[in-house]
């Protein structure tokens, strides 16, 4: 992004925005890629949440799964995920609501899900701006990229970019509508660069 300000922790205020939000899941955005439409929609009771497929979000692109072994190691919303062996910029068209601001969770777990044990490396982009470079390599637990994000429009396209001989692959993408006056700036967005939890509590917060 041409302007961006990295977090040193998410804090208190947006925590709990989000567990207010978190009841009836108003607004929120979570899609299992690579998931088949018939599997969808279905929920995870211990973050309490409902993912649904991708595949209605984008027209490219093809469904893999990880490596039976990681199975054990993931929830269930990490264990599929979509690559993209054609075309150099694929991308997901979402509806959001001009204006707000979200808090976007992009996942990457490779998971041997080709059986090459080749670890991809593409671009990620937020609209027409360059997010971040995604390089897995070594990344056997994978890897995930975090923003708060002001709408600008109706819509939001986040585009996953071929750089290289590798295929892009995605496996979640969450977005979670925040307060307006939740980490306010006047241009650009926010970047997470590390995540400190304050709570004694074992319940997870999401």
Known sequence: MKSRLFLAMIGTFAVMDLMVRGQNQEGFISLDCGLPIEESPYSVPSIGLTFTSDSTFIQTGKNGRVDKEFNKRFRKPYLTLRYF?????????????RGTRYLILITFIYGNYDGL??????????????????????????????????????????????????????????????????????????????????????????
Not at 88 to 97: E, F, G, I, Q, T
Not at 157 to 172: F, R
Not at 179 to 203: A, H, M, P
């Open 85 to 97: 062996p054609k075309g150099k910029r694929n991308c997901y068209s979402l509806s959001v609501k």
């Open 117 to 206: 044990n080749v670890y991809p490396n593409f671009d990620l982009y937020l609209g027409p701006d360059k997010w971040t470079t995604i390089d897995m390599e070594g990344r056997q637990n994978g890897t995930d990229e975090e923003i708060i994000h002001k709408a600008r429009s109706n819509s939001l396209d986040i585009c996953l970019v071929k750089t290289g001989a590798t295929s892009p692959i995605i496996s979640a993408i969450e977005l979670r509508p925040l307060k307006n006056d939740t980490y306010v700036t006047y241009s650009g967005s926010l970047s997470n660069s590390f995540r400190v939890y304050c709570s004694n509590s074992e319940r997870e917060i999401r």
